[in-house]
């Protein structure tokens, strides 16, 4: 019996691997900072990307770039509840609030976002409490800290096996709250308090993420690990790397992949698939 992930009223049977699109509607992310501001623009971007293939849009309105300064709760959610709800009415596929905040995840979820991704990985108590008391589908990510500080010479024992207990304990805490576990979407949060080389290792062993039994979530597009192997500043000329990178992640137990460029990837996850009949 295939897996799935149930995202609400939603529920996804995980036999290919889903593509997520970004949508930031920040003023400062690291790759597509100011571009969609206007809540309109924003919401065309998320309509066009669902045409491009996109199976969930994941719209933030704190960057969480490395270095980056909290948003004030009400300026993120001014931010990204017009545009999660102008999406969820008509889009036809999940929209996910990608926030740290229980009141903007709550706020987002009153207008129709299916699916909360939290990169502090739920280690707010609120934020567990909201997850329960709804039934949307959730993403725990692992981060070293905060982003301010995040990248402040991260170091582990085996990155590995440390990430992998982590997020397992954190899913056991959003079990035991009551969150079903084909809720539960785990991510190793690439680029979140890491090393290239703590990066690298990650995506290599990404099939140990797998074992955990959950729905593995993996966002490589643009970051600046793809920047260090291809010497390349400008998160804008990453693109290739990232669908490379996309495509590993796919042949090695991601069941959904974060990306910017959606077209891309699913052009390139499509001929996977059909290699692999």
């Known amino acids: 019996m295939a897996r799935r992930w149930r995202c609400g009223d939603v529920t996804f049977t995980l036999d290919r ?9 920040t003023p400062d992310s690291f790759s597509d900072g100011g571009l969609y501001e206007d809540p ?3 919401i065309a971007r998320g309509r066009q ?3 491009q293939g996109a199976d969930i849009v994941d719209v933030g309105g704190e960057s969480t770039r490395p270095g980056a300064e909290e948003v004030a709760v009400a300026a993120e959610l001014a931010r990204v509840r017009p545009v999660v709800g102008g999406l969820a ?3 036809g596929v999940p929209v996910s609030i990608d926030t740290r905040h229980a009141e903007v995840a709550e706020g987002c979820l009153s207008v129709g976002a299916r699916v909360i991704n939290d990169v502090s990985g739920f280690r707010d108590p609120a934020m567990v409490e909201v997850a329960a008391a709804s039934d949307a589908g959730v993403v725990v990510m692992h981060m070293l800290g905060e982003p301010r500080t995040m990248q402040a010479e991260p170091r582990y024992g085996d990155v590995v096996a440390e990430v992998r207990e982590h997020l397992a304990g954190q899913a056991e805490t959003l079990e035991r709250a009551g969150v079903g576990r084909e809720r539960i979407a785990i991510d190793p949060g690439i680029g979140f308090g890491k090393t290239v080389e703590h990066n690298l290792e990650l995506l290599r062993r990404l099939p140990e993420f797998a074992e955990l039994g959950y729905a593995v979530l993996v966002g490589v597009s643009r970051k600046s690990v793809i920047g260090a192997v291809l010497h390349e500043p400008d998160p804008l000329r990453r693109v290739q790397g990232s669908v490379a990178a996309a ?4 042949l090695h137990g991601a069941d959904i992949v974060r990306v910017h460029d959606v077209r891309d990837t699913v052009s390139a996850l499509k001929v996977l698939r059909a290699i692999e009949g």
């Open 40 to 42: 309109l623009d924003a």
């Open 247 to 250: 495509a590993w992640c796919a």
């Open 89 to 91: 009415r008509d889009l």
């Open 49 to 51: 990307m669902v045409t």
């Open 17 to 25: 691997t889903l593509v997520m699109g970004i949508l930031n509607v």
